[in-house]
């Protein structure tokens, strides 16, 4: 009974393709979030949700396309990835929308793309 | 400046060292931080939140001092298993992160 779990745990895929993280949580919070974690281990947002609404959308290239199904789950499109996208994804969620009681995370994503 | 900024580290100690991080913040309206462990190849995990007043839990201790404006968190009698990345979280935007600071207790 995993609090949030990802899927697929580990992504290698080459240059071009189009792949898709699937992340659920079982908090019963109203906000998720996808983070990620480039090789110098800086954990940057990239997307918020807050009951299946868009909130926060940093600046991300938009081949990324988040889509909230339910407030439960929150998945993550990439399209024509390029090597650069080779981080971490980690998925996370919260009670309220500011993060002011903290985060959970999921145990990532390790995407490579070749 | 950064919203968040930490001492990348390594802090390299022995066992039962006490050892303490600070991450100074560039919003002086700032009310609410976190520290956040992660371990090697795994996700950030919540270990404490730290308000005006404070947080104490076991071996951990967690300040915030607004006049310099950086949180600060101490581990006393250090152990192998506190070996890990501590990250702090919060500030004026709760969404941001610190660049984390590396610990590594020896034997």
């Known amino acids: 009974d995993t609090a949030v779990s990802q899927t697929p745990k580990y992504l290698v895929t080459q240059m071009g393709n189009d792949k898709s993280i699937k992340c659920e949580q079982n908090?019963?919070?109203?906000?998720m979030y996808w983070y990620k974690q480039d090789s110098k281990k800086f954990l940057k947002i990239m997307f918020s949700?807050?009951?299946?609404?868009?909130?926060i959308n940093e600046t991300v290239p938009n081949r990324f396309s988040p889509k909230s199904p339910d407030k439960a789950h929150l998945n993550l499109h990439i399209n024509s990835l390029e090597l650069g996208d080779s981080a971490v994804y980690f998925c996370?969620?919260?009670?309220?929308?500011?993060?002011?009681?903290?985060?959970?995370f999921g145990s990532g994503t390790r995407l490579t793309v070749v | 400046r950064k919203e968040v900024e930490q001492d990348p580290g390594p802090f390299n100690v022995p066992e039962g060292a006490t050892v303490a991080f600070n991450c100074t913040y560039s919003?002086?309206?700032?009310?609410?931080f976190f520290w956040y462990r992660q371990d090697c190849r795994k996700e950030p995990k919540l270990l404490m939140s730290?308000?005006?007043s404070g947080n104490e839990d076991g071996r951990f201790t967690a300040q915030l001092n607004r006049a310099s404006q950086y949180i600060s968190l101490l581990i006393r009698d250090s152990k192998l298993s506190d070996s890990a990345t501590y990250l702090c979280?919060?500030?004026?935007?709760?969404?941001?992160f610190g660049a984390g600071t590396r610990l590594a207790v020896h034997p």
């Open positions: 949700y807050n009951n299946k609404e868009l909130i």
């Open positions: 730290v308000y005006s």
């Open positions: 996370a969620s919260s009670q309220e929308g500011t993060g002011a009681w903290g985060y959970t």
């Open positions: 919003n002086s309206a700032s009310q609410s």
């Open positions: 908090l019963g919070h109203d906000t």
């Open positions: 979280n919060g500030g004026y935007n709760k969404l941001i």
